[in-house]
Every structure is written in structure tokens, then in C-alpha cells.
């Protein structure tokens, strides 16, 4: 079957994301729009296509997500949340930056940006863990450490395949080779400028 990849699905765009968290109902919209704009892009698209989809929004999206593609398997990369939760604050700093130019981005609202979709995630994880067969979970470290090992875990997860392929790890090797992690630059931020600690943060986790 064909693999489609979608980085940061583009259709799921920043304020469509903010209007989901307003109006649940628009959730199912958002994935029923995919397969037709797939097939008006690609010509080779057939009905046993493969689809990866790698979005954070996912999480806070996937009951919208399942009703569309029911059959979906999901692979949830596990991360220490006071390093990821000031890494999403950072990034939704510095997108909004770029977006409204004109106008003071206040590091708090961006820190209550990226606090508020985490329980929902949460929540909905809970959800599929009682679906057998639907979720992988994989540690970020083991991902880094190795990233052939991590795809090959998640293939016999989900009982892809047993066994990477030569081919396919030395193409997987070859691509981290080619993309290290600081190509474009290092993302550098600290838990301070957003008035974040790791006490703080599992505070808000602990609370209703």
C-alpha cells in the first residue's frame, strides 16, 4: 500500500485548532474534509492507502479523529511533561509572533495554550487504552536513542511486521543522518520565561 505523509496537517491550521476547543462539533469536520482533499491532490491515492498523520492536536482531536477513520492505530510518544509542556509554550510563543507582527505576545497566554489541551489528552487516551490493539506507546529518549529500534517497535505493536527490512533501516539511518535534531538552529527556552516550574505543572495535572 502507498504511505501518504502529513507533517503537521496543514488542514488542521492554528485557528481552526482554537475554534475546535470552542465548538466539539466541528471536531468530525476536520478529518471528514481529508480523504477528498488527499484524492484532488494525488492521482495515485487508492483505496487501501496508508495514511501517517503526526500532529500534537491529535490528541485533544481524537474522538473526531476515530469517528472518521475508526480503524486508525495511534502511537503516542510519551514525553516528561515539564519538558514538553515549556517546549509548547515556546512554540506557540514563537508562531504567534510570526503571525500577529503588529501586536505584544504575552508568554502567560501561551503558557494556558499549551496547559489547556493536556487533560483532555489525557482524557482521551484513557478512552482508547480500553480498545485492544489501538494504541502504542513509545518513550521520546528511546525515539532519540534510536529511532530504527522505536519504528521497528511500533511496527510489531501493531502487528505491521516482525522485522525491519535492511533497506529500511539503513533508510531510516540514513535520513537521521541527513536531519540532525539542531539543523535549522536549536530550540531554546526555559521554564521561567513562562512562569512554569515542575511543581506548578504537576500541580495543574493533580487538579480537576
Request: hydrophobic share 40%; aromatic share 8%.
Amino acid at each position: 500500500s502507498i504511505c501518504q505523509s502529513l507533517l503537521c496537517l496543514d488542514l488542521v491550521s492554528f485557528p481552526v485548532l482554537i475554534s475546535s476547543y470552542l465548538f466539539v462539533s466541528s471536531l468530525d469536520a476536520l478529518f471528514v474534509c481529508l480523504p477528498p482533499a488527499l484524492s484532488t491532490s494525488s492521482n495515485s491515492l487508492s483505496d487501501n492507502i496508508q495514511l501517517v498523520l503526526k500532529s500534537p492536536c491529535h490528541g485533544v482531536l481524537l474522538p473526531g479523529l476515530l469517528r472518521v477513520f475508526p480503524d486508525a492505530k495511534l502511537v503516542m510518544i510519551k514525553r516528561p511533561p515539564e519538558i514538553s509542556v515549556p517546549s509548547a509554550a515556546s512554540l506557540h510563543y514563537n508562531v504567534c509572533k510570526d503571525i500577529f507582527r503588529a501586536r505584544k505576545v504575552e508568554r502567560g497566554a501561551c503558557r494556558e495554550m499549551a496547559l489547556a489541551p493536556i487533560k483532555l489528552t489525557k482524557n482521551n487516551i484513557k478512552e482508547v487504552e480500553t480498545i485492544p490493539n489501538k494504541l502504542v506507546e513509545l518513550d521520546y529518549n528511546k525515539l532519540v536513542a534510536d529511532p530504527a529500534g522505536a519504528v521497528e517497535y511500533v511496527h510489531q505493536e501493531l502487528g505491521i511486521r516482525d522485522n525491519l527490512d535492511p533497506e529500511f533501516r539503513a533508510a531510516i539511518e540514513k535520513y537521521v543522518e541527513d536531519h540532525p535534531s539542531d539543523k535549522f538552529g536549536k530550540h531554546r527556552y526555559n521554564m521561567e520565561e513562562f512562569g512554569l516550574s515542575k511543581e506548578k505543572i504537576e500541580e495543574f495535572l493533580r487538579s480537576e
